[in-house]
């Protein structure tokens, strides 16, 4: 017929923002919701991530326009794309919480969640869904594509796009993550104003900054910041462990896993220390990525709570002021002098600053993209990514998601790369640090 549009049978969209929040998250939502406004369609955003979604029920927990949802206008979006925050706010509930293997998706008792989505965005006639948010994101994403597979041919299926976010920049599929930059620049600054700090008191301080399983932001955050040394999970290795007997909490069998060991890691900071006064320097910035904590030994974690997708809550532990106490403990040891360190956390106020420009130009082309994968290429089940020079691509969430465990693979930093040379570079030029050995014995 003459009158038929591209993507016709997409008339209504919605759209849910899950996870921790990200600086430019508004350019991704105005950008979205202005491409499907503007060619006639109708936006709806879910307050709150999933969180009223997966406990739907039609008869006893409807869902109530302005208060679980709201329809989107073009006056909404007026001046929305570079402010702070999340317009439709976010939240960590994991419909998907109790799937762990494709099996489980014939399971209706734990799939009554992901159902509850379902039936929720059929009930409000949604024909496309817009997930943006992070790796377990993604995951529930797939996991609805999964399910709405073995429904019925007569049931309705809404089409899934994922937009990547996070600060800690560990996806796969796409070179940068929208509030990356932001996040470094905000973390970097408060950096230099401690090494200012460090210099005017001789002290140092170990900042932990996040990135819970990668360790790009804190790289970032030490290259920008001018910090004198990094250490992410991508820097572990025998040298800063010891292996310990652990217990699998599934089986209760006993293994063997390599932790982290505390007395090594404050013994390469105290090296840097030391290394720094003779060349007449007594003070310092570390930065520690927060992902080493889920690598302590298990006397440290087996206290801490975890968030509906199994994550320890890291910031409980405090890294960097655990590691302040035992590097100080351990620079006297080795000295017999007295050396003032201070633990910072970084993190949370750079989740809602101010969006860098970068951010704002790649959260605005991530938001069209879903508009183009959904309407003019007809996909489903894909991720909007950029490249290059703003490039959208679109990438199948088979090529993300393990199909067997159905679980996202992070990213990390190759070792020897040259991101990896950049931050080593920087930070050890002109220390001439000894080349450390684990276990070797420290003259005072």
Avoid at 39 to 60: K, M, N, W
Avoid at 73 to 91: F, P, V, Y
Avoid at 305 to 326: Q, T
Avoid at 348 to 373: K, N, T, W
């Amino acid at each position: 017929m003459s009158g038929e549009r591209k993507g016709d049978h997409i008339r209504r969209v919605g759209l849910v923002f899950s996870g921790g929040p990200a600086p430019a998250a508004n350019a991704v939502i105005s950008s979205a919701a202005a491409s499907f406004l503007q060619d006639g369609r109708e936006v709806i955003g879910f307050s709150h991530g999933y969180s009223q979604l997966q406990d739907y029920d039609a008869a006893t927990n409807p869902l109530v326009t302005n208060e679980h949802y709201r329809i989107f206008t073009e006056k909404d979006l007026s001046g929305l794309r570079n402010s702070r925050g999340i317009i439709i706010g976010t939240a960590r509930a994991n419909p998907g919480k109790d799937i762990e293997k494709p099996a489980d998706l014939d399971d209706p008792v734990k799939t009554q969640r992901l159902a509850n989505v379902h039936r929720a965005l059929v009930d409000l006639e949604i024909d496309a869904l817009v997930s943006i948010g992070g790796d377990d994101t993604l995951k529930t994403a797939n996991l609805l594509v999964l399910y709405q597979e073995k429904l019925p041919a007569t049931d309705k299926r809404v089409r899934i796009v994922h937009l990547p976010k996070t600060i800690d920049n560990d996806y796969r599929g796409i070179d940068f993550t929208f509030g990356f930059f932001t996040a470094v620049d905000v973390m970097a600054k408060e950096m230099m104003n401690l090494r200012a700090d460090a210099q005017a008191t001789s002290s140092y301080y170990l900042v932990e900054t996040m990135g819970r399983k990668a360790g790009w932001l804190s790289y970032g955050v030490a290259i920008a910041g001018e910090a004198n040394l990094v250490i992410a999970v991508e820097d572990v290795d025998e040298r800063l462990t010891q292996e310990e007997a652990v217990l699998d909490p599934e089986t209760g069998e006993e293994g063997i896993e390599r932790r982290l060991d505390l007395t090594k890691l404050a013994d390469r900071i105290v090296d840097l220390i030391l290394a720094r006064e003779k060349r007449g320097k007594h003070y310092g910035t570390v930065v520690l990525a927060e992902g080493l904590s889920e690598m302590l030994p298990e006397s440290y974690l087996k206290t801490i709570p975890r968030d509906e997708h199994g994550h320890i809550s890291l910031g409980r532990i405090d890294l960097g002021k655990l590691m302040a106490v035992r590097v100080a403990k351990r620079h006297e040891e080795r000295t017999g002098k007295k050396k003032k360190l201070t633990g910072v956390q970084f993190g949370y106020e750079s989740r809602c600053a101010p969006p860098h420009a970068f951010d704002v130009m790649l959260g605005s082309q991530l938001g069209i993209g879903a508009f183009r994968a959904l309407v003019e290429e007809g996909l489903d089940g894909h991720m909007v990514s950029v490249a290059g020079q703003l490039d959208l691509h679109y990438v199948p969430f088979d090529e993300l998601v393990n199909e067997e465990t159905l679980r996202t693979e992070v990213r990390f930093i190759d070792k020897g790369s040259d991101f990896h040379h950049l931050a080593r570079f920087l930070e050890l030029r002109g220390e001439e640090l000894p080349e450390w050995e684990p276990g070797r014995r420290h003259e005072s």
